[in-house]
């Protein structure tokens, strides 16, 4: 079974600019869960998304939103970059328990 | 908010030593509570998990011991090898919510 997939694996923006984000979750998987990863912050939860349905939402300002679409894939845009947006952007998906397979994430510079 | 206390920050152990993470949580609501593994450039990778009805859980060299009442959990990693030289979270999930650790750097020296 093949695990999570997100594209692009990496990604250099400037600041203003929008950027989004792709996941495809493992098949089956319908809930897909997004984190930011930074050294300082460590993971950060972003937002659940469950059959296309937003389920549970962290606490990141409006400029991050995403999606789910029928095929269960997932996309995170963000806004008006910011310098402190560089990060890596997780992927998680699960059947909709904690058990959560993570992909390797869209690593993110802002310049 | 932090929610998941992890520690220590960076731990350097012995090849063959026994690596111990500790972390704590404070929502009394959670109910499952996995460690993940991650290596540069990769995602976390699910580790091994316990649920609260049991005080301790092995596999293979990683055990899980639970503490309920004092709503503290570990990690050990027994006969440590340069292999398991990663970054480990711990988190905690109940209730429609989940956090994480701040991640714990493990360097296993041969």
């Known amino acids: 079974k093949a695990g999570v997939t997100q594209t692009p694996r990496y990604l250099i923006k400037t600041r203003g600019q929008q950027v989004t984000l792709s996941c495809s979750p493992i098949s089956g998987h319908r809930s897909v869960s997004w984190y930011q990863q930074t050294p300082g912050q460590g993971l950060q939860f972003l937002f659940e998304y469950f059959s296309e349905t937003q389920r549970n939402k962290g606490n990141f300002p409006g400029r991050f939103s995403g999606r789910q679409f029928s095929n269960s894939r997932s996309e995170m845009n963000v806004s008006t970059l910011e310098l402190g947006d560089s990060a890596l952007y997780l992927c998680?998906?699960?059947?909709?328990?904690?058990?959560?397979?993570f992909g390797p994430g869209t690593r993110l510079t802002v310049l | 908010q932090q929610q998941v206390k992890q520690s220590p920050q960076s731990l350097i152990v012995q090849k063959g030593g026994i690596s111990i993470i500790n972390c704590a949580y404070e929502?009394?609501?959670?109910?499952?509570f996995p460690w993940y593994q991650q290596f540069p450039g990769k995602g976390p990778a699910l580790l091994i998990a316990i649920r609260p009805d049991v005080s301790e859980k092995k596999e293979g060299r990683f055990t899980i011991s639970f503490n309920k009442s004092a709503k503290q959990f570990s990690l050990h990693i027994m006969d440590s090898q340069p292999g398991d030289s990663a970054t480990y979270f711990c988190?905690?999930?109940?209730?429609?919510?989940?956090?994480f650790g701040a991640g714990t750097r493990l360097t296993v020296k041969p």
């Open positions: 988190a905690a999930a109940g209730n429609n919510d989940m956090r």
């Open positions: 929502n009394t609501a959670f109910d499952y």
């Open positions: 998680a998906s699960s059947l909709g328990t904690y058990e959560q397979f």
